[in-house]
């Protein structure tokens, strides 16, 4: 009912920049949780960024201060700037949405198919 499409994953030195998107499509009548979450080789999936309700954001400590999550909602959009990157956040990036399809109803949770994001030394 629901697809979450990712875009701008890559491969890029360490101390670059990448900006991912991802953008969701289907019966939406609202989603009040939208983010990122990130999976390295042998590791757990892991929380990276995600704006609630529109207005909080929650980041993970490890990208603080180097990581921007932003959001249109008017596009079901949301963006994750990421700067000052290390070998260490090399990772496939997922997008996760809580989607409510219709008021008054319990949102249910998306994922998106991942990007590669992979930082060379």
């Known amino acids: 009912q629901v697809q979450l499409v990712e875009s701008g994953g890559g491969l890029v030195q360490a101390g670059g920049s990448l900006r991912l998107s991802c953008a969701a499509s289907?019966?939406?009548?609202?989603?009040?949780?939208m983010g990122w979450y990130r999976q390295a080789p042998g590791k757990q999936r892991e929380l990276v960024a995600t704006f609630t309700s529109n207005t909080v954001t929650n980041y993970a400590d490890s990208v603080k201060g180097r990581f921007t999550i932003s959001r249109d909602s008017s596009k079901n959009t949301v963006y994750l700037q990421m700067n000052s990157l290390k070998p260490e956040d090399t990772a496939v990036y997922y997008c996760n949405a809580d989607v409510q399809h219709a008021r008054y109803t319990t949102p249910r949770g998306y994922w998106g198919q991942g990007t590669q994001v992979t930082v060379s030394s």
């Open positions: 289907g019966t939406i009548f609202s989603i009040p949780v």
